[in-house]
C-alpha cells in the first residue's frame, strides 16, 4: 500500500538525518578546539603570565634593593651620630688649639675677605708689634 511505502521512505529519511547528525557530532568531538579566537586568547594568557613571573622577579630584586639602601641609610646615621658625638668631646681642645695657633702666630683673619681661593688677613709680628697685611 501506498501509506506503508510512504511511511517506510519517512523512517528511512530519518534514520539517514540521525546517521547524519551522529557522524557530525563524532567528527565535531574528535576536533580539537582551535578557533583564530580561542588560540589568540591563549596567547594572551601565556603573555600575561610571563609578564606576572618578570614582575614577580623584578619586585623581589626591588624588595632586596630596598632592603639594602635602607641598611646604609642605618649605617650612616650611626656614623652621622657617632661623628656628632665624636665633635662634641673634641670641641673644647679644638677651640683651645686655635686660640693657641693664632695667639702665636700673631695672624689675624680677614673672613669677609676670604674666598675658596683666596686668604686674606693680618699677621702682627711679636718683637716689632708691626702689621703685615697678606692676600
Given at each position: ?18 546517521e ?56 650612616l646615621?650611626r ?51 708691626v ?5
Amino acid at each position: 500500500s501506498e501509506s506503508a511505502q510512504h511511511g517506510a521512505e519517512m523512517v528511512a529519511r530519518c534514520l539517514r538525518s540521525v546517521e547524519a547528525s551522529r557522524d557530525k557530532a563524532a567528527a565535531i568531538a574528535a576536533q580539537t578546539p582551535t578557533s583564530p579566537e580561542i588560540e589568540c586568547l591563549e596567547k594572551e594568557r601565556q603573555a600575561l603570565e610571563n609578564r606576572l613571573r618578570e614582575q614577580t622577579g623584578e619586585k623581589g630584586t626591588v624588595e632586596r634593593e630596598i632592603d639594602d639602601l635602607e641598611r646604609k641609610v642605618e649605617e650612616l646615621e650611626r656614623q652621622m651620630e657617632a661623628v656628632k658625638t665624636s665633635g662634641a668631646e673634641h670641641f673644647p681642645h679644638m677651640k683651645y688649639s686655635l686660640e693657641l695657633f693664632v695667639h702665636v702666630s700673631g695672624i689675624k683673619w680677614d673672613f669677609d675677605a676670604c674666598t675658596a681661593e683666596r686668604l686674606v688677613g693680618t699677621i702682627v709680628l711679636p718683637n716689632s708689634g708691626v702689621a703685615k697685611k697678606f692676600d
